[in-house]
């Protein structure tokens, strides 16, 4: 199956971009690369996810490497509300495989 | 609005007890999830669904079932409750099949096992 790896945790100033990484070199080429955070107490919610080429939308933008072997989940500007853990996940047919993610904590 | 509900969203229990989580979706999604969530381990599938009377083992099924009778619930049960079971679950539902689709997750429920 196909994995990822994330930084445990990341600090980001207030206001700052935040740039968080991710590494999936045994990707397949149907696999997509979805990105999902999970609040304090609450279920993961779905952030951003992309094939092949870069993607924004209103809450983040993904940079998808080249070769597809890593990506970067960029917030443009952080906030408190931003804090969280951030998961970078393949999906394989319909199932998606959540590694341990990354903790983000905002520094006001 | 469409929603995902669980409940009870706590629950304590005695080892060798059955329990039964619910998992009620408005999205009319075909394809349902479970999930348990531990410390160091991130979220891990427990069974789907792709459809009413369809269901599949997921990577940590043993000791859990679930059944889909209808397409808004899929709830889990466990036969005979362990403390290795004591975990938070979270229920997902998604559209369609398509490795694109977002999951929408509800709110999740915490199960301790005594």
């Known amino acids: 199956d196909a994995k990822t790896t994330q930084p445990n945790s990341m600090e980001s100033n207030e206001e700052e971009p935040v740039h968080l990484p991710c590494n999936h070199s045994?990707?397949?080429?149907?696999?997509?690369i979805h990105w999902y955070r999970q609040l304090p107490s609450q279920g993961p919610e779905y952030v951003i996810h992309?094939?092949?080429s870069n993607v924004n939308n209103r809450m983040a933008s993904l940079a998808i490497a080249e070769d597809r072997k890593s990506s970067t989940l960029i917030l443009h500007r952080a906030t408190l509300r931003d804090a969280a853990v951030y998961y970078c996940i393949l999906t394989t047919g319909n199932q998606f495989y959540f590694g341990t993610g990354t903790s983000l904590t905002v520094i006001p | 609005d469409a929603e995902i509900t669980q409940s009870p969203r706590h629950k304590i229990i005695e080892t060798g007890r059955q329990v039964t989580l619910a998992c009620h979706q408005t999205?009319?999604?075909?394809?349902m999830f479970w999930y348990r969530q531990d410390l160091g381990h991130g979220l891990r599938l427990i069974h789907y669904s792709y459809g009413v009377h369809d269901t599949n083992k997921g990577e940590v099924s043993d000791g859990y079932s679930v059944s889909r009778s209808n397409t808004e619930d899929l709830p889990l049960t466990l036969e005979s409750a362990a403390s290795s079971q004591t975990s938070v679950y979270f229920c997902a539902s998604k559209e369609g099949r398509g490795t694109y689709n977002e999951q929408f997750f509800g709110p999740g429920t915490r199960l301790t096992v005594l």
């Open positions: 045994t990707i397949s080429g149907t696999d997509y």
């Open positions: 992309g094939l092949t």
């Open positions: 999205w009319n999604h075909n394809n």
